[in-house]
Every structure is written in structure tokens, then in C-alpha cells.
């Protein structure tokens, strides 16, 4: 019910969009998270919306989720990336229509996309 799509291996500095696409039902009255897991390490929060957004320090200034407004769709620009955002992208919905930073509180997830940041 959820895609990810738009990883890939990109140079420190650079730039990739990743984009998650709903279908089955529409997630209009949820609040939308994408997360990343690198190896070893735990799923971590990034960014969310419903209408606030809220992102991760690691990755506020460079990072910008957005939401069509047929909300389908749920975009992650990742600008001037680093070595350390190489992990695994998850998108994930919540039902409950208020932010929270914990996987646990989220009912839907993609399936993943890979980023992998060169030095």
C-alpha cells in the first residue's frame, strides 16, 4: 500500500528525491514519516507531515518533505548529502493524525529504498 522509489548512490554533496506512493487507500488524514535504518544500527525518524513538518536535526536545512495535494504522494528532497545519511529509506503512515518520531506508533510502511552516499 505503500512505495518507495528514487534511492540510489549518489556523491557526497549531491542530491536525490524520494517518493512515496499510496495505493489501495487513501492515507489523506494521516500523518506520513519517512524513516532510514543504516546497517546496525535502529530505524531513526527523518521527517513527517499532516500539515507541520518535522524533521530529524541530522537532517534539518537539507532535507524537505512535501505532499501533493491529492495526497498520493509523499516526497523527501535530500540536498547537500552526507556519508552518513547512507541507510535504507522507509516511508510510513500513522493513523492517529499527530506527529510522533517512534516506528512503533506507525501502522503502514514501504517497503524501502536504498541510499547510498559516497565520500
Known amino acids: 500500500q505503500l512505495q518507495a522509489s528514487g534511492g540510489g548512490l549518489v556523491q557526497a554533496g549531491g542530491s536525490l528525491r524520494l517518493s512515496c506512493a499510496a495505493s489501495g487507500r487513501t492515507f489523506s488524514g494521516y500523518f506520513m514519516g519517512w524513516f532510514r535504518q543504516a546497517p546496525g544500527q535502529e530505524r531513526e525518524f527523518v521527517a513527517g507531515?499532516?500539515?507541520?513538518?518535522y524533521y530529524a536535526d541530522s537532517v534539518k536545512g537539507r532535507f524537505t518533505i512535501s505532499r501533493d495535494n491529492a495526497k498520493t504522494t509523499v516526497d523527501l528532497q535530500m540536498e547537500s548529502l552526507k556519508p552518513e545519511d547512507t541507510a535504507v529509506y522507509f516511508c510510513?503512515?500513522?493513523?492517529?493524525?499527530?506527529?510522533?518520531?517512534?516506528?512503533?506508533?506507525?501502522?503502514?510502511w514501504g517497503q524501502g529504498t536504498q541510499v547510498t552516499v559516497s565520500s
Open positions: 510510513a503512515a500513522r493513523r492517529f493524525n499527530w506527529y510522533s518520531p517512534r516506528p512503533t506508533d506507525y501502522d503502514y
Open positions: 507531515m499532516i500539515r507541520a513538518v
